[in-house]
């Protein structure tokens, strides 16, 4: 199972609102409502901001929102603010034998 | 709410087994499900495998099939995750993680380092 697709690296401003992507096949983010969104700030363990496409936990900002169209998910980080600076990855649902994959990974700076 | 506290960092060399340990807290240990994830130096998340401890039901990433594998003790409330035939690309820290829907909790990380 290939790991989910997303750009290495994403920035923006303060205020400012970015979106990341992350493409997967019919096989995984295109057949299930399942994708998770991860942040992960440096030598810490990741923090989950998104379930199932576009839930968010209690404690997670509003200022975080998930979708997905066809093959590709994405999560929306608006009102940018320093502390938002990470990297963030997605996971997807893959189905009873390969279970769950994880994407490549994207850096965001805010700038 | 879950804790999750894993065993220490390890050196291990290359051809050698590395058995990582993850005790839970909190919560009803067997109704978890427990996964395993790692992260090289510098790179992403690598899913592994996991466990249904009250099933005892194990799967795991077709990369590790072979040479990963997790088991629990419903008795400690631990959890295991043993990799065989080390080698340097191993060296990561490896994470358990309990996960489903809005309950996501991990464990603080351990670094096992694989070098001759």
């Known amino acids: 199972q290939s790991a989910l697709t997303q750009p290495a690296s994403v920035s923006g401003s303060p205020g400012q609102s970015i979106t990341i992507s992350c493409t997967g096949t019919?096989?995984?983010?295109?057949?299930?409502?399942?994708v998770s969104w991860y942040q992960q700030h440096p030598g810490k363990a990741p923090k989950l901001m998104i379930y199932e496409g576009s839930k968010r936990p209690s404690g997670v900002s509003n200022r975080f929102s998930g979708s997905k169209s066809g093959n590709t998910a994405s999560l929306t980080i608006s009102g940018l603010q320093a502390e938002d600076e990470a990297d963030y990855y997605c996971c997807s649902y893959a189905g009873s034998s390969t279970l769950e994959v994880f994407g490549g990974g994207t850096k965001l700076t805010v700038l | 709410q879950v804790q999750l506290v894993q065993s220490g960092a390890e050196v291990k060399k290359p051809g050698s087994s590395v058995k990582v340990s993850c005790k839970a807290s909190?919560?009803?240990?067997?109704?978890?499900?427990i996964s395993w994830v790692r992260q090289a130096p510098g790179q992403g998340l690598e899913w592994m495998g996991r466990i249904i401890p009250i099933l005892g039901i194990a799967n795991y990433a077709q990369k590790f099939q072979g040479r990963v594998t997790i088991t629990a003790d419903k008795s400690t409330s631990t959890a295991y995750m043993e990799l065989s035939s080390l080698r340097s690309e191993d060296t990561a820290v490896y994470y358990c993680a309990s996960k489903g829907g809005a309950e996501n909790y991990w464990g603080q990380g351990t670094l096992v380092t694989v070098s001759s």
């Open positions: 909190g919560g009803t240990f067997s109704s978890y499900t």
């Open positions: 019919s096989s995984d983010v295109g057949s299930y409502n399942l």
